[in-house]
């Protein structure tokens, strides 16, 4: 059985930085490619970007230039860098894990304050 597990959460000013982190038990982490979406309460999760197991990186529009997705396949993570963030950045953030069954991280808040 595959677990995420997500750190890195927290409060923090316009302006500032977060970075958060994505710890994958199970062997099928380098093969897989891993996803980031956020959700606000009582909308649908959102794409935020995605890295493959090669390291191709894709980004949704509003993040472009701000964020960056990394993974380190022999310790089997992955980190979302959140800089300049924004108060629209709000949001729990999940890592989600496109392999097998597919695998969800419990989330992690973020809390951008204007």
């Known amino acids: 059985q595959v677990q995420l597990v997500e750190s890195g959460g927290g409060l923090v000013q316009a302006g500032g930085s977060l970075r958060l982190s994505c710890a994958a038990s199970?062997?099928?982490?380098?093969?897989?490619?891993l996803v980031w979406y956020r959700q606000v309460f009582g909308k649908q999760r959102e794409f935020v970007g995605s890295?493959?197991?090669?390291?191709?990186?894709h980004y949704t529009d509003s993040v472009k230039g701000r964020f960056t997705i990394s993974r380190d396949n022999a310790k089997s993570t992955s980190a979302l860098q959140m800089n300049d963030l924004k108060p629209e950045d709000t949001a729990v953030y999940y890592c989600?894990?496109?392999?097998?069954?597919?695998?969800w991280g419990q989330g992690t808040q973020v809390t951008v304050s204007s």
């Open positions: 890295i493959t197991k090669s390291g191709d990186t």
């Open positions: 199970g062997s099928i982490f380098r093969d897989s490619t």
């Open positions: 989600y894990l496109r392999g097998g069954s597919g695998y």
